[in-house]
């Protein structure tokens, strides 16, 4: 194709991740464009086909994780978001990105909370992709790897029921394959029921090259297996 | 309206007798000495005048120790051993011309030393590297979370401040803590904290700094000892990355100077001038407002604010606020050209700071430019972009003079030329060589003591701590803290990409506290060798490598504690001359020594030595985790059998051992051919002998799980925990043996193989143990405490 599609990167004080996944972007095939929240405009989502929260410390979240973000996106943008995604646009939101999706209500309720060691934890984690319709998924295969770092990432749900519903209903994307934090059914990611918006906690922008990993043998796939959810998804916008 | 308040007094100065002068010092809390005060005296008689309240503070924070590092630039009657010798300023002397010698050499890669904020070097042909180390000892023993917290985020405005912006890509953290399995009644003073509670206080402060800003924490180390019970020390360092085209910076007459970042308070009041005395019980209550309170976030707007501003060339100068706050921020800018403030424009926390506050207040988060004045709307709107205030706090003028006004009233007017010209001070220092023991041999099993060494503090895995910091922000950490098959086996050095560069830059960094008990001229040695060979094995050119010293030491008026300092300093300067390494920049930190019950405990003269280097390609990063089965072992360098300073010794209760030669000119030609023989990719991995001796070495390596190991040359055991300087284990691949041995000839000598057979690390007729249960040892060693 001609035009290479375009993803829009929101920055609030605080996200530290931009950089690294408009690189990922790009490396794929993505025209990356990174904002400022106090800049951002509903026309920046004119011709956008992808939407990116990334990951950081929005707003320092002292308070609660995102919350701020999700107050000043709800200021300066209104129901924008929201109608972006009606309209057929794609959403990603990794880590802090992730738990900004959830407070705007765009994934399944719940919420991401303190990990049950009540540490931050920076470390490599094994990965489920539990569906097979996730747009940013389908390149990926069953099982893989990326590098997790965050202290909010436990999540629940009113229910616990609910997570069981989640995994039953393919809203569940991804789940750890081992206990890392203590989230009803070990789930590391959400989808939405149109399946168009996709949050994580893993970090997939840190694990584009294969060098990136930690073993200095690693030769599983031809790129990091981050590099596969950005092309995913690229696939999906350009197809 | 209230009636308007005097936000300054002045201070009569000149009628005073000497008593009186340093009276005065001490009610102030201006750690100014008699000499100083009465030099002070002179500057007004001269001026006619009676100085104000805030002129006095400036030149306390200016001729503090902690700014102004008067102890490294006085003149030292030292004596070794009975042999009397001059050493005419220890900066001067043992790091200043070691640099200028390398840099004649070295033109086109040393970039800058010692005047900006951090020292550059050339990374490629657009880019430099920087690196910034600081210690942050006094607010981190009095409230450990805040004072490790702004002990980081000061180091990174350092490197934010740099040139005319560096932008900050990695951060490592160094701390000296007593034992966490202290015992309460083992600690004689009152109000004193626990080693665990300063601790994970530290390690959570810098935690929640480095990872709010989005810069990856990558390399570090903790020692432990007793007499750093009372003062921990905390070193934070940051390396940055820069277009060698905005290293260059200048203030012109005419430029605005414009505050960015956080609001001024009255937190980190005499901050510069507290961290000049010693500790003491009545610090714990009465200095907490020396210490600073730290906002990441208003940090990281100012941050990606001043990288924006840098790219669209809006900036002509730039520090930041550190020690001494605005008064040392815009001295500094100001010393040349001169030029007038306006202390009403800085925006406040909080109101009714009187002028001093408003001038010498620590508060974080805050940085200094100078600007054209043209291009004052568009930092505005920069800054209404970021979220962050930009405030127009005054010019420069061209006059010499720093003039200071509030509310109208001039509060400060001071001739910049007279302000940095504090008076030198003379001391004397000695060292004498204590009497060594040379039949030292280790008791017991070798696995008997094995198992106590891979479990002592000293050597137990960093994991705990390591995963409480982001090292994976930014994408960029290729060389990791924990590498190996299963990720959490320990490395020699970090490494990191650059963007849009294809060099990678190596961090390392070296401290040896114990040796420097008994040998400090041999720690200033092993020390630098100890970070060079880090840096080689991480891949990196050891033609290019650029070193930065920080030193930590208890009282300097104790002759024997001073001498040590500048034993320290000779050794280092030598090492670095040799390895052609230069010094780009450090720190020194004096009097953490504290009164306790049983009388002053001062902490070990402590010298860190941190390091960059530039890595061409990075096929020669191969870490120093075992790779495969069917490799050979090799150890190039030869093992002694001195014990000092080793941790075998140490848990063996051994005192009065002699520590190992280190010696330069065979290691650094050891280093050439490891460097090479990367570079050829002979090198599966690579692991120096360092803490816990050849024995845990292998071990380490072979912590990646990926293959067993057998050992079948002889060593004993006193050459298995020795921890002599240079020596490196080598895994080569099985074809290349010939190779590697050729170039290496008789420096280097096989010692085993890595086999598929079995788990086990076997070592003939001596080991033979599960690595599982070694591994199992060695990484939960932390666990329990933290």
């Known amino acids: 194709m001609a035009t290479r599609p375009n993803a829009l990167l929101l920055k609030f004080p605080g996200t530290n991740a931009d950089e690294e996944t408009a690189r990922a972007l790009r490396e794929v095939g993505f025209e990356a464009r990174t904002v400022p929240i106090t800049r951002v405009t509903v026309e920046d989502f004119a011709d956008t086909q992808l939407g990116v929260l990334s990951g950081g410390f929005s707003y320092g979240d002292y308070v609660m994780a995102a919350r701020f973000a999700e107050l000043e996106i709800e200021r300066r943008l209104g129901d924008t978001l929201t109608t972006f995604h009606d309209n057929g646009g794609h959403l990603l939101g990794i880590c802090n990105g992730f738990q900004i999706l959830m407070r705007l209500g765009l994934l399944p309720a719940g919420s991401l909370i303190d990990n049950v060691s009540e540490r931050f934890v920076c470390k490599w984690v094994p990965l489920e992709k539990k569906v097979t319709d996730s747009p940013f998924l389908h390149t990926l295969p069953e099982g893989f790897e990326l590098p997790i770092a965050h202290g909010e990432g436990r999540l629940v749900t009113k229910e616990p029921a609910d997570a069981e519903t989640y995994m039953k209903d393919g809203l569940a994307a991804l789940t750890y394959g081992e206990d890392v934090n203590g989230s009803y059914?070990?789930?590391?990611?959400?989808?939405?029921?149109?399946?168009?918006?996709?949050?994580?906690?893993?970090?997939?922008?840190?694990?584009?090259?294969?060098?990136?990993?930690?073993?200095?043998?690693?030769?599983?796939?031809?790129?990091?297996?981050?590099?596969?959810?950005?092309?995913?998804?690229?696939?999906?916008v350009t197809a | 309206m209230s009636p308007p308040k005097q936000t300054y007094r002045h201070i009569e100065v000149r009628s005073l007798d000497g008593d009186a002068l340093e009276h005065l010092s001490c009610d102030m809390k201006l750690s100014l000495s008699r000499e100083d005060m009465v030099e002070v005296q002179k500057y007004f008689n001269d001026a006619d005048r009676e100085p104000t309240d805030v002129e006095l503070e400036v030149i306390a924070q200016t001729w503090s120790e902690h700014c102004k590092h008067r102890i490294f630039g006085a003149l030292i009657q030292h004596e070794l051993d009975g042999a009397k010798e001059t050493v005419d300023g220890i900066f001067k002397t043992h790091i200043k011309e070691v640099t200028e010698a390398i840099w004649k050499d070295k033109p086109d890669f040393i970039l800058g030393a010692f005047v900006d904020n951090a020292g550059f070097v050339r990374l490629d042909?657009?880019?430099?590297?920087?690196?910034?180390?600081?210690?942050?000892?006094?607010?981190?023993?009095?409230?450990?979370?805040?004072?490790?917290?702004?002990?980081?985020?000061?180091?990174?405005?350092?490197?934010?401040?740099?040139?005319?912006?560096?932008?900050?890509?990695?951060?490592?953290?160094?701390?000296?803590?007593?034992?966490?399995?202290?015992?309460?009644?083992?600690?004689?003073?009152?109000?004193?904290?626990?080693?665990?509670?300063?601790?994970?206080?530290?390690?959570?402060?810098?935690?929640?700094?480095?990872?709010?800003?989005?810069?990856?924490?990558?390399?570090?180390?903790?020692?432990?000892?007793?007499?750093?019970?009372?003062?921990?020390?905390?070193?934070?360092?940051?390396?940055?990355?820069?277009?060698?085209?905005?290293?260059?910076k200048e203030v012109l007459s005419g430029h605005k100077i414009v505050a960015v970042g956080g609001r001024t308070g009255k937190d980190g009041l005499h901050g510069a001038t507290f961290s000049s005395a010693s500790l003491t019980t009545d610090s714990h209550e009465e200095d907490q407002q020396a210490v600073q309170i730290g906002?990441?976030?208003?940090?990281?707007?100012?941050?990606?604010?001043?990288?924006?501003?840098?790219?669209?060339?809006?900036?002509?100068?730039?520090?930041?606020?550190?020690?001494?706050?605005?008064?040392?921020?815009?001295?500094?800018?100001?010393?040349?050209?001169?030029?007038?403030?306006?202390?009403?424009?800085?925006?406040?926390?909080?109101?009714?700071?009187?002028?001093?506050?408003?001038?010498?207040?620590?508060?974080?988060?805050?940085?200094?430019?100078?600007?054209?004045?043209?291009?004052?709307?568009?930092?505005?709107?920069?800054?209404?972009?970021?979220?962050?205030?930009?405030?127009?706090?005054?010019?420069?003028?061209?006059?010499?003079?720093?003039?200071?006004?509030?509310?109208g009233e001039l509060v400060v007017?001071?001739?910049?030329?007279?302000?940095?010209?504090?008076?030198?001070?003379?001391?004397?220092?000695?060292?004498?060589?204590?009497?060594?023991?040379?039949?030292?041999?280790?008791?017991?099993?070798?696995?008997?003591?094995?198992?106590?060494?891979?479990?002592?503090?000293?050597?137990?895995?960093?994991?705990?701590?390591?995963?409480?910091?982001?090292?994976?922000?930014?994408?960029?950490?290729?060389?990791?803290?924990?590498?190996?098959?299963?990720?959490?086996?320990?490395?020699?050095?970090?490494?990191?990409?650059?963007?849009?560069?294809?060099?990678?830059?190596?961090?390392?960094?070296?401290?040896?506290?114990?040796?420097?008990?008994?040998?400090?001229?041999?720690?200033?040695?092993?020390?630098?060798?100890?970070?060079?060979?880090?840096?080689?094995?991480?891949?990196?050119?050891?033609?290019?490598?650029?070193?930065?010293?920080?030193?930590?030491?208890?009282n300097p008026d104790d002759e024997t504690e001073l001498g040590c300092l500048v034993e320290t300093t000779k050794g280092m300067a030598e090492a670095a001359t040799f390895y052609q390494a230069p010094f780009v920049s450090g720190k020194d930190s004096f009097?953490?020594?504290?009164?306790?019950?049983?009388?002053?405990?001062?902490?070990?003269?402590?010298?860190?030595?941190?390091?960059?280097?530039?890595?061409?390609?990075?096929?020669?990063?191969?870490?120093?985790s075992l790779r495969h089965d069917g490799s050979a072992l090799f150890l190039i360098g030869k093992m002694s059998t001195e014990l000092g300073g080793s941790v075998a010794a140490r848990v063996s209760g051994i005192t009065d051992a002699r520590v190992p030669k280190c010696d330069l000119a065979a290691n650094l030609a050891r280093y050439e051919n490891l460097y090479s023989a990367l570079q050829k990719g002979h090198v599966a991995s690579a692991h120096d002998v360092s803490e816990g001796g050849l024995i845990t070495t292998i071990a380490e390596m072979a912590f990646s799980m990926k293959a067993g190991v057998e050992i079948d040359a002889f060593f004993s055991k006193e050459q298995l925990f020795a921890e002599t300087p240079g020596c490196i284990v080598v895994e080569v691949e099985s074809t290349e043996v010939d190779d590697f041995q050729a170039l290496f000839g008789d420096d280097a000598q096989q010692i085993g193989k890595t086999t598929s057979a079995h788990k086990k690390l076997v070592i003939a007729d001596q080991i033979e143990e599960d690595l599982t249960s070694l591994k199992e040892r060695w990484q939960h060693g932390l666990t329990p405490y933290y």
């Open chain 1, 185 to 236: 059914q070990q789930i590391a990611g959400l989808q939405d029921t149109q399946r168009r918006v996709l949050g994580l906690m893993p970090h997939p922008e840190r694990f584009i090259y294969r060098e990136q990993h930690y073993d200095r043998d690693w030769q599983q796939a031809e790129h990091g297996w981050g590099y596969y959810l950005f092309q995913s998804i690229y696939q999906t």
């Open chain 2, 125 to 248: 042909d657009n880019v430099a590297v920087c690196l910034k180390v600081e210690t942050h000892n006094h607010p981190s023993a009095i409230e450990p979370y805040a004072g490790a917290n702004t002990g980081l985020g000061g180091v990174i405005r350092d490197i934010i401040g740099a040139g005319k912006g560096a932008k900050p890509v990695a951060s490592l953290d160094v701390f000296c803590f007593g034992s966490p399995d202290t015992k309460s009644e083992d600690i004689k003073a009152d109000d004193v904290l626990h080693p665990l509670g300063i601790m994970r206080g530290v390690v959570r402060g810098v935690r929640d700094y480095g990872n709010r800003m989005g810069i990856p924490t990558v390399s570090g180390a903790i020692q432990f000892d007793p007499a750093y019970i009372y003062n921990p020390l905390v070193f934070c360092g940051t390396a940055g990355t820069i277009p060698i085209g905005d290293i260059e």
């Open chain 2, 295 to 407: 906002n990441p976030i208003e940090e990281k707007k100012a941050c990606d604010f001043v990288l924006e501003a840098r790219d669209r060339g809006l900036i002509g100068f730039i520090t930041d606020c550190g020690a001494g706050g605005f008064s040392s921020a815009a001295g500094e800018m100001l010393s040349v050209t001169g030029g007038e403030l306006y202390l009403e424009n800085a925006p406040l926390k909080e109101p009714g700071l009187v002028s001093w506050e408003i001038f010498l207040s620590e508060s974080q988060e805050r940085m200094v430019l100078a600007v054209d004045e043209k291009h004052l709307p568009e930092l505005q709107e920069l800054a209404e972009t970021y979220e962050t205030e930009a405030v127009l706090l005054g010019h420069a003028d061209g006059s010499g003079i720093l003039k200071v006004w509030h509310d």
């Open chain 2, 413 to 554: 007017e001071l001739d910049c030329s007279k302000l940095h010209e504090a008076p030198r001070q003379t001391r004397n220092s000695k060292w004498t060589t204590p009497t060594f023991r040379d039949d030292v041999s280790l008791e017991g099993s070798t696995g008997d003591l094995f198992h106590k060494v891979l479990g002592d503090f000293a050597v137990v895995s960093r994991e705990p701590i390591i995963r409480e910091y982001d090292h994976e922000v930014q994408g960029n950490t290729f060389l990791k803290p924990l590498g190996g098959a299963t990720g959490d086996a320990p490395q020699d050095g970090s490494v990191i990409h650059i963007d849009g560069s294809k060099p990678m830059m190596s961090m390392a960094l070296s401290l040896l506290p114990e040796w420097g008990k008994t040998a400090p001229y041999e720690m200033g040695l092993a020390c630098v060798d100890e970070c060079v060979r880090q840096l080689v094995i991480c891949g990196a050119d050891p033609k290019r490598l650029a070193l930065l010293d920080n030193f930590c030491m208890g």
């Open chain 2, 591 to 624: 009097y953490n020594y504290f009164e306790t019950e049983d009388g002053p405990v001062s902490v070990p003269v402590t010298l860190l030595i941190s390091g960059l280097g530039i890595i061409d390609d990075r096929k020669q990063v191969v870490g120093s």
